[in-house]
């Protein structure tokens, strides 16, 4: 039983770590900078806010969203590196980030939370982490992914075993 129970989670991670190739995509070239305290406030405020409703522990929930942030940083400098040091491997178009990829994160948000949510009994126990490495591990063959998306979804999930 429960053999599956983080794969959501590990899934909806993922999708925001991919996600993060779009938010440096939409910052590249322009003064936007990559941290962004005041919207990293009004995420954590909306997860702190919709935690309540779907009783969860504030205080967990905004622990794991604080790692996916800096995942997301983390993807957002390797990539803005990349295209100084690679000038064909820059961004051919600019997405929208206030209109096309916040409102995309903050989809993901509430499957996150929702994934939080129904992951809670594993998450408690102590084979957490030998079944989130499996699942990071499934994820990172089954998706293909490079070394930058896998090092950045480890770092997305680091709190999510309450047990270390
Ligand atoms: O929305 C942005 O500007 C992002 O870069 C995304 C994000 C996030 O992961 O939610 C990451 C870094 C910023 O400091 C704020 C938020």
Redesign the pocket.
Known sequence: PDCGALEPLVESSLE?VRL?DK?AAA?WGTT?P????A??KQ?LDAVAAQSEGLGIDPAVATRVFRD??EA??LV?RALHARWRAHPGERPADRPD?AKE??PH?DRITGELLRAIKDSEHVRERPSCRMKLNRALADAAEEEDLGRLHTRALTRALTSVCRRG
């Open positions: 925001r993060a938010v910052k936007q990559i941290d962004d305290p919207r990293e995420v996916q942030i997301g940083k957002q980030l990829v916040r994160l």
